[in-house]
Structures are given as structure tokens and as C-alpha cells.
């Protein structure tokens, strides 16, 4: 089973930056896929970016592309999330989460099984 714990959420005004890190443990080798996910108070859980991890495959929502990169670092067992150009809208709850699945939609939340605890990011204007 794999242990994913977020970090580098923070407070920043728009056109800023930050870096998420999903530090993972456990049987990381079992995770084909892995992802950051975002919740914003009274709306539903939206995939941002995810990853197949055998390829470098890369997947990211419309309203992040251009803004933000997901990649990952196998040598330290993390996954990041660089974003760049932030706006207020970016504000909410980042998840890191993770599937054995080999074959997922890849931004779909349902289609992954463990999930970190969360990192709080808000983007003011």
C-alpha cells in the first residue's frame, strides 16, 4: 500500500507561484498512475494533472494547461505540482493521490484509491 503525504501550499497573490510536493512510501512501484486533485469549498473534487508513472504520460485539466506541470522525481519517490500564473480561482484543497489501475481516466477522482491528506493553497487578488 502506498502513503502519500502533500506539502508547499501556502498563500500567494495572483500571477504568483508555488510547488507542491507529494512525498510517497510504501509500494510505490504499484502506483501506474498519480495525480493532484483540487476542492474548492461547496464544489466537487476536479482532477488538475496526473501522470502515468511507466511512461511519463502527462494529462491536465483545460483551465491549467500552459500554467501548471506535474512530473515526478522516482530517485526520491515524489510527485510535484508547479504552478505558475496563479489566479484566484486556483484557490481550494490540493490532493495527491495515487492507483494500482492500468487502465483509468486519468483525471477522474473515482478512478483512484489512496489519497493524501491535502495542502491548502489561496490565491488572492
Known amino acids: 500500500q502506498v502513503q502519500l503525504v502533500e506539502s508547499g501550499g501556502g498563500s500567494v497573490q495572483a500571477g504568483g507561484s508555488l510547488r507542491l510536493s507529494c512525498a510517497a512510501s510504501?509500494?510505490?512501484?504499484?502506483?501506474?498512475?498519480m495525480g493532484w486533485f483540487r476542492q474548492a469549498p461547496g464544489k466537487e473534487r476536479e482532477g488538475v494533472a496526473a501522470?502515468?508513472?511507466?511512461?511519463?504520460?502527462?494529462y491536465y485539466a483545460d483551465s491549467v494547461k500552459g500554467r501548471f506541470s506535474i512530473s515526478q522525481d522516482n530517485a526520491k519517490n515524489t510527485l510535484y505540482l508547479q504552478m505558475n500564473i496563479l489566479k484566484p480561482g486556483d484557490t481550494a484543497m490540493y490532493y495527491c493521490?495515487?492507483?494500482?489501475?492500468?487502465?483509468?481516466?486519468?483525471?477522474?477522482?473515482?478512478?483512484?484509491?489512496?489519497w493524501g491528506q491535502g495542502t491548502q493553497v489561496t490565491v488572492s487578488s
Open positions: 493521490a495515487a492507483t494500482a489501475r492500468r487502465v483509468i481516466r486519468a483525471l477522474r477522482s473515482n478512478d483512484y484509491d489512496t
Open positions: 510504501g509500494d510505490t512501484y504499484s502506483s501506474y498512475y
Open positions: 501522470i502515468y508513472t511507466r511512461g511519463v504520460i502527462t
